[in-house]
């Protein structure tokens, strides 16, 4: 029976390159059912669906203007469950009367709220406005009372949210008629492994070239590491922003970087050649809890150094398997990167680490039966 029933998923845009897109992707891979994805606009990875549906339309705002579309789409799918995919306003999405008829499961996956005075002097303006830092969603989100939202939520009769982010879990969980349940961060399984290289050590970043996900923290870091490890390279698997140029006219001409903007066809590859995987994000929610890339790199025994952000919080325990460090802060970066490529044991301790919490808790496996499990309520 659970291979017959209809799961349309909902998400404002899709991408299997995005921690979201990614998770929609896996979902619909691993877990029984005829998989339907409907969004304002698809851009990679639909392989998964049974049919994709592409309704136009602005982002930030979807699926608000084009419910009549929405309506039309669920008519002909006649869905066993909605799967919403959303940040903070997911409950408020879920409560349109379009999906009234429909059996309803929300992924809440951040509640970012906007970044505080103190955390305004790491980026720009321009630059915060560009990323996922400063949108106009995160501004309703930051006053959105948790009281609403759960409101929101019995109203459309949805009683089951997944997260991976512990603040959707504590400002939702333990209200009346709704189970939260932690959607854990999945991560892939691979028997590709890194390895400890003392002389030539190749240290790794790979996502969007923004200043808000720390990559001119990491370009200022680099030169101290030479300093220290003189035959270090930093390898930067850069998806191309328009702020790139702005970046690396900043930083010079560091020795041993070497950047990447085309399409790398076997992320994994790449990371399991590394020895170290960095991703020193300036603020909370610069991407969607999890921070994908830091799991895929702990799926292959890449010692991970991070900043202590909230979507780096959902994968790496600090001390535990990996390093993190505060943001926009080279120097300490740069500390934490010799510190594990100049010392073996060290290295081998966040590796194997690592290697657990994928095992453990990671692996879309687990994702997939948290989700299986939310399905079955929802339908039963």
Known sequence: MTGDRRI?????????????GRTVAETAGRVAGEHHLVTAHAHDGTTPFA?????????????????????????RIRPDVVHVHAGALGPVQTAMPVLGPYRTVLTAYAWPTLPGPGTWRRA???????????????????????????????????????TPDPRVARRLGGRPGIAVHRLPSGAPADERRAR????????????RAESVRGLDTLLAAFPLVRARIPGARLRLLLIPRPELPAILARAGAPEGVEIVTEPVPDLLAELAAAQVGTWPFKFDYTTSPPAMAVAEAMSVGLPVVATDVACVRAVLEPGVNGLAVPPARPAALADALITVLSDEFTWHRYAQAGLRSVGERLGWDRAAAVTTEAYATTIG
């Open 124 to 162: 720009t303006l321009a630059e915060m406005r560009a990323s996922n830092v400063l949108q106009f969603r995160v501004a309703l989100t930051t006053m959105l009372p948790a009281a609403l939202a759960a409101a929101a939520l019995r109203h459309a009769g949805v009683r089951t949210v997944l």
């Open 8 to 20: 349309v998923h909902l998400i404002a845009e899709y991408s299997a390159r995005e921690a979201m």
């Open 51 to 75: 049919s994709v549906h592409e309704l136009g339309g602005a982002v930030a705002t979807f699926p608000v203007g084009r419910t009549a579309e929405l309506a039309g789409v669920l008519a």
């Open 196 to 207: 400890f290289a003392a002389d030539r050590p190749v240290i790794v970043f790979a996502g």
